[in-house]
């Protein structure tokens, strides 16, 4: 990175990627890679673009991985978001263009796309002399620093280096300097084809470009390097580990390790206690009560400092300051560093009993003062993954609950550990699911206890964990959470705020987002007030080029995808208008009767049910179950 040309007076950023590789190549392929919509050839052109990377140096592929799936750096490491507001985007483009913010905007209300306002902009703005070309290196590190700007004057820092950036471009740059500040690319480039294009670059690369890999090794490596990236979710690491020890023995050098937050394990729904029979016919299995708070990823490093992470891999020790994990642990000379799984659940000091979800959810996200902590809560343990720096998650879930209970002590009221059962008495697991219930939790965990299929198994939705919710055993066994894609304006009562909305599962093999049903049930006056203030600011003109829709099913607002609904559904049922798992099933999956239950603030928008799952929830529905 040139880094003499990095303001001194700004926020520092360690100058770590040198790469010259010219933005305006990478700008080219995004605009190619946005006019096709064969994935196969986006793979194609993004392996070969890689590839080429490597060949110059192989240490270019970092900051070009993330500049194509738009981030600065791992999710769990903090200020390297970027998403910067549309006003100070107009702003700045008014600024440095030569344009006037109410021209601008008029613009924009016209165009609708803030990268394609500043391309304009910048190709008929007089120049008065060349500027340097822009290298990936020099932009990514301003991208940093733009993200990393804060205190005082971080808007005018921001707006001075974006200024100096956009001063910069030359043609098509603008447009997606832009849209990358946005975190909005826009160019249907899903984060799985970037995945595969790496796999692909880094196997020739790994054959001294002498090879031309079959789909069946690159899938092989794919795999290699998604199931490292689980356990340490930063394309850094990994990719270093891939040029230093190979792909294929990624397993021995890149695991969890305490710091660095592992992607968690999920579990199957189930509907009914005869399903988790069937499923665990002759093998060993125990329940848990199943927790209604938020996972809470508990890590203790070496040099005796905690982190709390969430699902998501999002920081979230400030939340929890009341937290000290050295509590919990039976001698601190004999474990020094650990990473166990919890669920973080309101408690009721007084009563001594847990409190619902929703009191939870109104403790303070950031910078909470221990002082002023009303909700008190109680860590739930369900799991040990590493101990002392050993990784745990291949032993069997038996041995990992006695490596826990031996290491840990329970706190009454602070850390507890999950109440279980091992049973294979179909009645006394009914028993335990009423008394869960009764003692304010979701339902039960079924998990195999022993043997290979015991172990964890980060990232994935697993049938050796089996989720079986009381209240949902009467509909398709789960809550689905489903992406916000536009509203209908509300009628009689509901005047003035949006009536209805267009819901869409998240298809993770395309990045679109497939419509599978309108909502308006479920819904309070308020609730429907809030998310009109809320959404209205993310209309856009039109449907995006990754909503999949029925010209028949068409909302009057459209969005970006920005927030998920937990939604409940009577059953899925076949639809000729609705397009859940259409690109798989010939017609689409749609739901009936979904009602509203809450937002799922914790997950991000790719995080939604996937068309993978409604399919599964679809067939296995005992009307369509052959
Ligand atoms: P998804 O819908 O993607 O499966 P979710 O966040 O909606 O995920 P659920 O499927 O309802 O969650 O259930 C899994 C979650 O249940 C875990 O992520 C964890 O936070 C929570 N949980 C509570 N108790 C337990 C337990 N004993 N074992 C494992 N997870 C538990």
Redesign the pocket.
Known sequence: IESSKTDSSETTVKQEFVCDIPYADVCVLFQEIENISSRLQIIKLCSEFFTKAMKQNTANLIPLTYLFINKLGPDYEMGLELGLGENLLMKTISESCGKSLQQVKLDYKDIGDLGTIAMNARNVQPTMFKPKPLTVGYVFQNLKLIAKSSGKDSQLKKIRLIKKLLTACKGIEAKYLIRSLESKLRIGLAEKSVLISLSKALLINEYNNTLDPDMELIEKAEQKIRDAFCQIPNYEIVINSCLKYGIMNLDEHCSLRPGIPLK?M??KPTKTIMEVFDRFQNIHFTS????DG??AQVHLMNDGSMRIYS?NGENMTERYPEINVTDFIKDLNLTKSLIIDC?AVAWDREEKKILPFQVLSTRKRKDVDIKDIKVRICL?A?DILCHNDEKLINKSLRERREILHSVTREVHGEFTY?KELSTNNLDELQLFLDQSVKDSC?GL?VKVLDGEDSHYEPSK?SRNWL?L?KDYLDGVG?SL?LCVLGAFYGRGKRTGTYGGFLLGCYNQDTGEFETACKIGTGFSDEVLQSLYDRLKSTTIDGPKATYIYDSSAQPDVWFEPTLLFEVLTADLSMSPIYKAGASTYSKGISLRFPRFIRLREDKSVEEATSSEQIIELYENQSHVAK
Not at 288 to 291: D, Q, V
């Open positions: 968690p999920l579990a848990e009560y199943k927790y938020e996972r699902r669920e739930f369900f999950a979701e965990m939705r989720k919710k789960d959470d």
